[in-house]
């Protein structure tokens, strides 16, 4: 779209943000009762449901099962409201299956599955609103609501978008930004070890910015969880303090 | 069908190999296979061979209306077929996993690095554009069908030649093929993906992963480059955690790799051009020539392997343990091996052949050998009058005969 410009000179982007800001994130563990865990995250304008099942026995055909770990079995799709115009996506579109292999492979990589040998996990994610970040919102809520259900990982996976904007590094980008033409990294990342679960790149990007963008998305990622872990943390402080009354009074 | 999968004695002997730097094949780690690239008689095929590992990409094109949301742009449509003729674990029809992962990374590489013009697609701005397709084919699966796809297409592409639009006014003329030259597309740069395999955690890295090596492998990390330093496509898969110094080594090795993979594609390109100007034979055919002896001879790879050379000494003490064989009795013999370790090339002619050196001199006779022709007409000569001095005698021997 000519005319509006993604950067203006004073350094701020089309929704007011400086390039290193984040989105607002609000977010809401165990909204489902039936689920063994849920969570809804708000990035912005994004707005991601998750829930866990499991673990439980291996459901449809048990061969397969895996002798050794857990399966993991993802679904992610996206409301047919969730973008600007109403589309109809049938299940098995092509970028909602890339999507849930690419939360598959990054799930598969944190959570200890050596623990469960022989049984399944399923998580479901939905889109209910997409204003960008759609995997980075979704691997947030899937977090939480592992972390819900009680199922052990390495750490938190946050992900977190960037890109490279008029020689400027951006960091959690909207839909407007993202369909500009610009490179798009997209990172997942273990925020306490610094390592990368999830590294997506589209677009050009000239090899020398890579480094820069990558380091301004891991800080970004970090922001996030410090976010979402005081919460958190706020929230398991609050839950003992009125076990403590519950079980002394 | 199902695979069959793959041991355990196999794979922890192959990721104890490359714990010590070594692939099955001899290669290193950061070395491709034999490249191959060849175009057919018609424009925009073209057939690239990477190892065993075949693929076939084909360009195609038709007029249609743009999108709606890019109403001055044209489309293009790639799509990756994998059959059971590459690999029996392929299954017909509905696209397996892979086959979608495959999919999206070309469409990713191909479409969103906008290495084709596609406003030059465009005919009549909102009602008629090119629909360029690409088709590609894998056709023999040996471990890293992705490089070879990539490289099939972007060289299919810019084979390809579509016909010529002129525009008058209201009128649109799509020139035939006989009426004008076709037009080839407009290509900013090549993509090119190079795919890198990640073992023990990312400890170590290989370049051009075989079908064995990815059956192994831990992660796999594909990076899409062009030879102007630019970023088209990045995927980190698997389940091993990298670092950040992981990622930027990666990107510098592809560098280099795609600078020469392009080189190739411009060579192959030069060639067949040269080919069809001279009204040479050009084309698939060329590839495989059915009428001659060594049609089916592979090239020979050469492998390092350790020999041992036994000095002399070891020859003396032998001779010497004869002669004192029969004073002694039993005597094991000393240790006076001179082993030094060697470095000879195995020459693999084909599938478990495999030829060291040459082959030498006989040692059986102690046959003088004929020095030149000369001294050999010389003994000719002196032959003949030999016979000629002896003509007398050779009655008298051959009745010595009959008798």
């Keep these: 779209m000519a005319g509006m410009e993604l950067l203006s000179d004073q350094g701020f982007r089309m929704d007011g943000r400086k390039p290193n800001e984040l989105r607002r994130i609000r977010f809401k563990k165990g909204v489902f009762r039936q689920a063994d865990g849920s969570a809804y995250l708000e990035q912005g304008n994004t707005k991601v449901l998750a829930a866990v099942y499991g673990p439980h026995e291996i459901r449809g055909s048990r061969g397969k099962a895996l002798h050794d770990k857990l399966l993991i079995n993802c679904q992610y799709s996206m409301a047919t409201f969730s973008t600007q115009d109403r589309k109809r996506r049938p299940r098995g579109d092509r970028k909602a299956q890339e999507m849930t292999s690419h939360l598959k492979q990054t799930f598969d990589a944190v959570v200890l599955t050596e623990l469960y040998p022989k049984v399944q996990l399923d998580i479901f994610v939905e889109v209910l609103q997409s204003d960008g970040g759609n995997y980075c919102a979704s691997v947030n809520a899937a977090t939480l609501a592992l972390m819900d259900a009680g199922i052990p990982m390495k750490d938190y996976v946050i992900a977190c978008s960037g890109s490279h904007m008029r020689d400027t590094p951006i960091v959690d980008m909207n839909h407007l930004e993202e369909s500009s033409g610009g490179a798009e990294v997209i990172m997942a990342i273990l925020p306490r070890c610094d390592q990368i679960v999830f590294l997506e790149m589209n677009s050009r990007l000239h090899e020398d910015h890579l480094s820069g963008v990558m380091d301004h998305v891991m800080v970004g990622c970090k922001d996030i969880f410090n976010i979402l872990n005081q919460q958190v943390q706020d929230e398991l402080c609050q839950k003992t303090e009125l076990d403590k009354i519950v079980t002394t009074g | ?403």
């Design chain 2, 1 to 403: 069908m199902r695979e069959t999968p793959l041991s355990n004695c196999e794979r922890e002997f192959i990721l104890n190999f490359i714990a010590q730097q070594k692939r099955l094949d001899g290669r290193n780690a950061y070395d491709y296979r034999d490249l191959r690239i060849a175009f057919g008689v018609s424009l925009g095929c073209c057939h690239v061979e990477l190892g065993k590992t075949r693929v076939l990409a084909q360009v195609s094109c038709e007029v249609g209306e743009p999108k709606q949301t890019r109403p001055h742009d044209g489309v293009l449509y790639v799509n990756v077929e994998l059959s059971p003729m590459a690999c029996p674990s392929f299954e017909q029809g509905r696209q397996s996993e892979e086959g979608i992962e495959l999919s999206r990374l070309m469409e990713r590489c191909l479409k969103e690095s906008r290495c084709l013009d596609m406003e030059s697609l465009c005919i009549v701005s909102g009602e008629k554009a090119w629909h360029v397709r690409v088709d590609i084919h894998v056709l023999n699966h040996e471990g890293n069908i992705l490089d070879c796809a990539s490289i099939a297409a972007i060289s299919a592409l810019a084979h390809f030649r579509r016909p010529d639009v002129s525009v008058h006014g209201e009128e649109i003329t799509i020139h035939t093929l006989e009426d004008r030259n076709p037009v080839p597309l407009s290509l900013h740069h090549m993509p090119l993906l190079v795919s890198f395999a990640f073992f023990s955690q990312g400890k170590f890295m290989l370049v051009d992963p075989s079908s064995k090596e990815e059956k192994v492998m831990e992660g796999k990390m594909v990076v899409g480059m062009n030879k102007h330093r630019e970023l088209c496509t990045l995927q980190v898969t698997g389940q091993m955690l990298l670092l950040k110094e992981q990622v930027l080594r990666c990107s510098s090795i592809a560098l280099t790799k795609v600078t020469k993979i392009t080189e190739l594609i411009h060579e192959a390109l030069d060639k067949d051009k040269q080919a069809r100007l001279k009204g040479e034979k050009h084309g698939f055919a060329m590839l495989v020539s059915g009428d001659r002896v060594t049609a089916n001879r592979l090239p020979t790879t050469e492998v390092k392997v350790d020999t041992l050379e036994i000095s002399d000494e070891m020859e003396r003490s032998q001779s010497s343990s004869e002669d004192g064989e029969s004073q002694s009795g039993n005597e094991p013999m000393e240790e006076q091996i001179v082993a030094t370790p060697k470095e000879s090339a195995v020459e693999i002619l084909t599938k478990g052949v495999g030829v060291i050196g040459e082959g030498g001199t006989s040692t059986w006779l102690d046959i003088p050998q004929a020095d030149s022709k000369q001294t050999a007409a010389k003994k000719r000569k002196h032959k003949l009058e030999k016979m000629e001095e002896d003509e007398g005698s050779s009655e008298e021997e051959e009745k010595v005969i009959l008798k």
